[in-house]
C-alpha cells in the first residue's frame, strides 16, 4: 500500500485525483498505475486499470490469477467489474468511497453472488493517510 499512496501523490502532481495502484504477484509488483483519465482524456484511466493493464502486459495474459490489488481509493463500479472479469484473487484497498465505492461501500461487485468470480477484499489498510490525502486534494480545489 505504500507504493499504491506513492503513485497517489504522482496522480496529484499531475492534476489528477491522487488514486494509485499496485498489482502485487508472488510477493513482486508486476503492474502500477495513478490516476490519468484527464490528462489522457480516457473515462477508463483510473489507477485501477491503469495498473490492470500494465500487469495484464508483464503477465502475457488478461487473467490475473493468484494476483492482488492494492489501492489507496475503494474501487468504482467499472473498476470492480474490471477486477472480476480479470480474475483478481485479492483487493486491499485503504480510504473507502462513500458516494461510489463497489466494494462494499454502495455496491458490492467484487463479491456479488450472481457474477462468476469473487474477490477476497481487506479493507482499510492505511486508510487514514490515503483518505487525508484525498480529503487535502479536494479541499485544495475548492
Not at 502500477?32 to 500487469?55: C, F, K, L, Q, Y
Not at 490469477?65 to 489507496?72: E, F, K, Q
Request: net charge neutral.
Amino acid at each position: 500500500m505504500s507504493r499504491a499512496r506513492e503513485l497517489a501523490l504522482e496522480a496529484w502532481t499531475a492534476g489528477e485525483v491522487p488514486v494509485g495502484a499496485v498489482v502485487v504477484k508472488d510477493g513482486v509488483i508486476v503492474g502500477e498505475g495513478w490516476n490519468r483519465p484527464i490528462s489522457t482524456s480516457d473515462p477508463s484511466a483510473h489507477a485501477e486499470m491503469v495498473a490492470m493493464r500494465a500487469a495484464a502486459q508483464s503477465l502475457r495474459n488478461y487473467r490475473l490469477l493468484d494476483t492482488t490489488l492494492y489501492v489507496t481509493l475503494e474501487p468504482c463500479a467499472m473498476c470492480a467489474g474490471a477486477m472480476v472479469h480479470a480474475r483478481v484473487k485479492r483487493l486491499v484497498y485503504a480510504a473507502t468511497d462513500p458516494r461510489a465505492g463497489a466494494a462494499g461501500s454502495v455496491f458490492n461487485i467484487v463479491q456479488h453472488s450472481a457474477l462468476n468470480h469473487r474477490l477476497e477484499i481487506t479493507a482499510g489498510v492505511m486508510a487514514e493517510e490515503c483518505g487525508s490525502m484525498l480529503r487535502e486534494f479536494f479541499a485544495s480545489r475548492r
